[in-house]
């Protein structure tokens, strides 16, 4: 059973990898970033998404982190 959750494991791993290399594989335009003043230069379509893929998986566990956090302090609070 151990051996088998471990396949299943491989299995979705390399496939997942095998996701990311296609989808990178068929983002090789180039494009440009422009944010109010800001530009970056030209760079592949992919490099853009997976960098704001990365940003979101980093982000969104701190502000579920935060919102527990902030929650914590008002559970003292006297309920009116």
């Not at 997942?16 to 990178?24: G, R, Y």
């Not at 998404?49 to 982190?65: C, D, E, K, N, T």
Request: glycine share 8%; net charge positive.
């Amino acid at each position: 059973m151990r051996n088998f959750k471990r396949l299943i494991l491989v299995v979705f791993l390399l496939l997942l990898a095998a996701m990311v290399l296609i989808f990178v594989l068929d983002n090789q335009q180039p494009a440009s970033l422009h944010f109010m003043a800001w530009t970056l230069p030209s760079l592949p379509l992919a490099v853009f998404v997976l960098i704001a893929l990365l940003v979101g998986l980093a982000v969104g566990p701190l502000l579920v982190l935060a919102g527990r956090l902030l929650g914590k302090e008002g559970r003292g609070r006297a309920k009116v």
